[in-house]
């Protein structure tokens, strides 16, 4: 099944982002049932409530990325330094980077 990684802003405003990136998660698979989303906002919400640092979860997050097929980036993600660290890892992984769905289909296509 191809996986797809949801880079999408976190902080600022944690709780209305979360939200966000699962209507954003649940709208991919209702539409595309046949692509998985990772979606660190959820995946990684336990890293919060350890003694974790920024960098440490961010390193689990890059982790999680580097096992995905495509990263679709979503929201203002030019202003989220994680987003933008995302995006720098997955062009390191030459992992494809998409900002709709449109194209991530295209490229399944291929």
Not at 88 to 109: G, L
Request: net charge positive; charged share 30%.
């Amino acid at each position: 099944m191809f996986t797809v990684y949801l880079s999408h802003p976190y902080t600022g405003d944690e709780d209305k982002n979360r939200l966000t990136a699962r209507q954003i998660a649940a709208q991919i698979v209702s539409e595309y049932p046949d692509i998985a989303v990772v979606n660190p906002l959820d995946a990684l919400q336990y890293a919060t409530m350890t003694k974790l640092s920024y960098d440490e979860i961010l390193k689990i997050d890059i982790e999680l990325l580097s096992r995905c097929d495509a990263v679709l980036v979503r929201g203002d993600w030019e202003r989220s330094l994680g987003c933008r660290r995302e995006v720098k890892a997955a062009h390191e992984r030459k992992i494809p980077v998409f900002w709709n769905m449109r194209n991530v289909r295209a490229h399944m296509r291929r």
